[in-house]
T-cell receptor, first 112, second 116 residues
């Protein structure tokens, strides 16, 4: 079993839809959670960074962390064709290691 | 803020030659830099972690004599692929963790290496 599970998709939605992307994880030591967006042949771009459980909102993006369920989500409101990309969740326990553990990424396509 | 650059963005080299890739944090000091490799339609594979002024820590299965990493300053790390072979062809991405921020990493745009 992988430490972080993420549905690879592809996920196809119409423009304007609310998109829900999710990851589950098995390591209860993870405390810092990130969502990255990666366009084809580009480096990942940090979208959201959260610590422990709770919600964080930034524009059209909302990140949720439920540590009790080991489940994190990214919601995209009013989705646009420019949101079409691969979304990677990542997490770390922090401390000296600093390494991120990534999900496999979910490919999202927002259609006109 | 938190911009990371990589150079070159694309390189083609002949088998047996060496290639150097540079990674720079442009507007912050990076305590730690990371090097990843990514195959098509796959997630990122961490190759090594480097801290300024110290030797890199390589992940299991990554040959440290083949992938030389130098972290010369708080804003520059280099990855040299030595004696490159076609199987080294891949997308190489660096990232950096900022000295005065949390555990998030900021990624460069990537370098596509093709070995012929």
């Amino acid at each position: 079993q992988k430490e972080v599970e993420q549905d690879p998709g592809p996920l196809s939605v119409p423009e304007g839809a609310i998109v829900s992307l999710n990851c589950t994880y098995s390591n209860s030591a993870f405390q810092y959670f990130m969502w990255y967006r990666q366009y084809s042949r580009k480096g990942p771009e940090l979208l959201m960074y959260t610590y422990s459980s709770g919600n964080k909102e930034d524009g059209r993006f909302t990140a949720q962390v439920d540590k009790s369920s080991k489940y994190i989500s990214l919601f995209i409101r009013d989705s646009q064709p420019s949101d079409s990309a691969t979304y990677l969740c990542a997490m770390t326990r922090g401390g000296g290691g600093n390494k991120l553990t990534f999900g496999t990424g979910t490919q999202l396509k927002v259609e006109l | 803020g938190a911009v990371v650059s990589q150079h070159p963005s694309r390189v083609i080299c002949k088998s047996g030659t060496s290639v150097k890739i540079e990674c720079r944090s442009l507007d912050f000091q990076a305590t730690t830099m990371f090097w990843y490799r990514q195959f098509p339609k796959q997630s990122l594979m961490l190759m090594a972690t480097s801290n300024e002024g110290s030797k890199a820590t390589y992940e299991q299965g990554v040959e440290k004599d083949k992938f030389l990493i130098n972290h010369a300053s708080l804003t520059l790390s280099t990855l040299t692929v030595t004696s490159a072979h076609p199987e080294d062809s891949s997308f190489y991405i660096c990232s950096a963790r900022a000295r005065d921020r949390g555990y998030e990493q900021y990624f460069g745009p990537g370098t596509r290496l093709t070995v012929t």
